[in-house]
């Protein structure tokens, strides 16, 4: 009961306006409790989202929130950071802003390796706008924007952030609160860009991707003895077409965003000092 | 003594142009003399005819000059081009190859083997220019030893081979120069005031302007004519503690800056137009949420690719208007370089203090140009900073307080008892989104409250300047660097016996009311000179105060020509006279 409570101070007491059923909840009380579990500051929590259902839960929590447009929500988590790297940032968004308008930041938050979490919500579909198909929609193609089938085929958000290289790369499912909380923490433990893909079924619009039942069906734990370094492997697992695996893929190391510009500014001091009056010499 | 020296160096881009011009430029300026240059890019990565024309002054000078007094040309296609620009008693200097034409109004011409010199007595094709350097310290009489400390800077860190093949090529050129082209003109380097001045590009001037107003956080994607901006600032915003990301694509860069700006950074982004075209969505994002943010767009002949070498003045309405629905920014557009340096700073002061989007509009050519400024210009700029709050304990804090002041403190992420919500969504006082009919009026009202409160911030007050005879009644409104060519006619116009008057407002949004109103009721015709081909100003200022203008537009990728306002002002005057007219400014 205490738990309880400690988590629900990260709520801010705005209602969540997602459908009943939706695997949201779930996602938002994950949230919640791993905040709790890791005692963050609320001052110093900031999340960051585009556009969509998922992308409106930064008003539900306690904490600093930027809903932003359209598939921005990575660089303009890459800019808070970048200006107060104190802060513990993290970007939420679901499969349309995050693969569709918002696919080309992806990338090159990962190789930039930023230090943030971003969950990455997969349902499936387009829910806001109420039922059109998302890069990652497959078992159900008749949406009200096609009709007669999809075009083209499914991404799948997991293995592409380990090839773009993100540093951790894990994959949840919000029915499965304990073991996604446990993720999001390691993700915001992590050093560097953590990626958490979380599958959650839309009750409204798409119940047969995201199917609980289907999914409990065919989910496997990533082996204990999987190396999170080895990529290639990581990669194999993520891409598995038989079973829905659900775990870390990847964890390494390297230098974050902040590294490089901590080791840009040394750099550059070593060229000339840092005040105005250099800096107009050369134009003398 | 002529005071001022308009010298063109025209020749292939690759052999050293540019560089015999920004040698000229530098040893003027450590004279004292006053420069403005104009200089044409390529449109090819190598190779293409280019050009840098210096005009050197014992004046302060609006505008690179018409007419050139002192050409030099370093091959055929050269004199081929920049031959009809030479002032009919002007000097020519060229390579000993090429032909001239037949008819000569006057010129002196001057030849000089200058690729035989350099292939074949140094055995460096590449130090031609420098040849060329050593030839004009002859004929203008510029000081060889300042020439040759410049140098030995340059090269310094080449090596020693370098170093010597250059001062041997600036000698030979020199003693050449000395005694085979016995001087028959009269034109010499102008007497510079002895005091220093610094020189630098638009872009150069933009960049000090940022970092000396406290921006501190860059984000950027490479873009012609713009990129000078960013690389600056990668080279020095890092001594100063600051960062330069270049980011995917400009819709990254504009949303890095907003993640930053909200974080409490000042934070920039540069771009041309296209850029622009593609941030449009995020300026109206920065205009709801209410943070501050300097966008500049070095414009560039449009539409689309359009010309990305050649200047124009044609993204105005962009700027005003781009983003859907009734988005609130500032959009301010400098003069010369020194304004530059102003209005960058004064951009971060707007923004910080009244939280909103600032756009500043450039253009290729003042970008690229050269200039000579101040250093006290430097020391002198606009101060503003964002109203910050100490949230009380327990109490939701109230981002977007409706109250009597339209700015509304914000509070940092970090900020104990700040937390609140900041959307592009309507919202209400706390940040949360809001759709009911009261609130998007007050919020809307709020934010264009804003707009009201800069136009009579003393901050603005000395950004709209007066120029001419305030009594005449031909008037000229003009932005951005036409304000240079407007100048200049103002003052040929006066030799000619015609008055004329301008108004050059750097603030094209919110426009500086008052001051317009004013004019426009002293004058009786108004002329809007500018690079585009709608008229963009004059269509703005046309709906908003209900007045006849006369446009004068251009679309060739160049400058205005002083002449070509000339026409303009003679033609107005002219019919002033014919029929009894009224003043406008009763409208608005």
């Keep these: 009961m205490e738990e309880l409570d400690k988590s629900c101070e990260y709520l801010s007491g705005v209602c969540p306006v997602w459908c009943p059923g939706c695997g949201y909840y779930g996602i938002l009380s994950a949230l919640v409790e791993a905040f709790a579990d890791l005692k963050l500051p609320t001052k110093e929590l900031t999340l960051v989202s585009g556009i969509g259902c998922s992308s409106r839960l930064p008003y539900f929590v306690k904490a600093y929130g930027f809903h932003s447009i359209h598939g921005r929500g990575l660089p303009i988590a890459q800019g808070v950071k970048t200006a107060n790297p104190e802060l513990t940032v993290l970007a939420v968004g679901g499969d349309g802003d995050g693969l569709a308008i918002g696919g080309g930041h992806l990338p090159h938050v990962a190789r930039n390796n930023v230090d943030i979490t971003y969950l990455l919500f997969n349902n499936a579909i387009y829910g806001m706008t109420k039922g059109q198909f998302s890069p990652t929609t497959t078992l159900y193609p008749v949406t009200k924007t096609s009709p007669f089938g999809l075009a083209g085929e499914a991404i799948n958000p997991s293995a592409l952030a380990i090839v773009y290289g993100a540093t951790f790369v894990a994959r949840g499912f919000s029915v499965k609160k304990e073991h996604l909380k446990e993720l999001i923490i390691q993700g915001i433990h992590h050093r560097g860009f953590s990626f958490i893909e979380v599958l959650a079924s839309c009750s409204s619009f798409n119940t047969t991707d995201m199917n609980v039942a289907r999914i409990v069906k065919n989910l496997e734990m990533i082996p204990e003895d999987h190396n999170p370094e080895d990529a290639i492997e990581a990669l194999r697992l993520a891409a598995d077409q038989e079973k829905i695996r659900l775990g870390v893929f990847v964890r390494n190391q390297r230098p974050t965003l902040g590294d490089k510009f901590q080791e840009m500014r040394r750099k550059a001091k070593g060229k000339g000092a840092g005040n105005m009056e250099a800096l107009l010499g050369q134009f003398a | ?588």
């Design chain 2, 1 to 588: 003594m002529q005071s001022d020296l308009v010298l063109r160096v025209a020749g292939e881009s690759g052999e050293g142009v540019i560089t015999i011009g920004e040698t000229l430029c530098k040893i003027a300026a450590r004279e004292g003399i006053h420069i403005v240059t104009f200089r044409t890019f390529p449109a090819e990565i190598k190779g293409g005819s280019c050009m840098i024309q210096v005009r050197l002054s014992e004046r302060r000078i609006p505008y690179h000059g018409e007419g050139v007094d002192f050409l030099v040309c370093l091959n055929q296609d050269a004199v081929d081009e920049n031959l009809p620009d030479l002032k009919e008693h002007g000097v020519l200097l060229c390579e000993a190859e090429c032909d001239l034409p037949e008819k000569n109004p006057g010129w002196t011409a001057y030849k000089a083997p200058f690729d035989r010199i350099a292939t074949r007595e140094i055995g460096s094709r590449i130090s031609k220019n420098i040849v060329v350097l050593g030839a004009l310290s002859h004929l203008l009489s510029l000081p060889k030893e300042t020439i040759e400390k410049f140098i030995s800077e340059k090269f310094a860190r080449k090596g020693k081979t370098v170093l010597d093949h250059n001062l041997d090529a600036l000698q030979r050129g020199f003693d050449f120069a000395r005694s085979h082209l016995a001087k028959k003109d009269s034109y010499r380097l102008p007497k510079g005031s002895g005091r220093k001045r610094l020189l630098m590009t638009g872009n150069e001037a933009i960049a000090i302007g940022a970092t000396a107003a406290g921006m501190r956080y860059f984000f950027g994607y490479p873009i012609t004519p713009a990129s000078e901006i960013m690389e600056w600032l990668a080279a020095h915003l890092p001594k100063m503690g600051g960062v330069v990301l270049q980011t995917e694509d400009e819709i990254s860069a504009i949303c890095s800056v907003a993640g930053a700006s909200w974080a409490g950074g000042k934070s920039m982004t540069s771009t041309s137009g296209p850029g622009l075209s593609l941030m449009s969505e995020t300026i109206g994002l920065l205009s709801m949420a209410e943070i501050p943010a300097v966008i500049v767009d070095s414009q560039r002949g449009g539409p689309s690719t359009g010309m990305p070498t050649k200047t124009e003045q044609s993204d105005l309405l962009l700027a005003l208007y781009g983003s859907h629905g009734d988005a609130t920014r500032v959009v301010m557009a400098p003069t010369s370089v020194s304004d530059s340096l102003r209005v960058t700073a004064l951009a971060f002061a707007v923004a910080e203090k009244y939280q909103l989007p600032v756009i500043m509009l450039v253009d290729q050519a003042l970008s690229a140009r050269l200039e000579t400024v101040d250093r006290e210009t430097v020391e002198r700029l606009p101060q503003g900073s964002r109203s910050c709050a100490s949230p009380a304990d327990g109490a939701p804090f109230v981002r977007y307080q409706l109250g009597a002041s339209a700015v509304s403190p914000a509070a940092l992420p970090g900020t104990r008892g700040g937390e609140h919500m900041v959307t592009g969504m309507e919202h209400d006082e706390r940040g949360n989104f809001a759709c009911d009919e009261e609130t998007h009026t007050a919020m809307t009202v709020k934010r264009f409250r804003k707009l009201a409160a800069i136009e009579s911030d003393p901050l603005v007050a000395e950004f709209c300047t007066r120029l001419g005879d305030e009594n005449s009644e031909v008037g000229i409104v003009t932005w951005g660097s036409s304000a240079g060519p407007v100048e200049e006619a103002l003052a040929i116009a006066k030799g000619l016996g015609i008055s004329a008057q301008a108004i050059i407002p750097r603030i094209l949004n919110p426009l500086p009311h008052q001051e317009l109103k004013t004019f426009f009721g002293k004058v009786k015709r108004v002329i809007v000179p500018e690079l585009n081909f709608v008229g963009q100003l004059a269509t703005l200022l046309r709906s908003t105060y209900r007045i006849p203008t006369i446009g004068l537009t251009k679309v060739k990728g160049v400058p205005l020509a002083p002449s070509e306002i000339v026409e303009k002002i003679v033609e107005a005057e002219s019919t002033l006279n014919a029929r009894s007219t009224r003043a406008y400014g009763r409208a608005g």
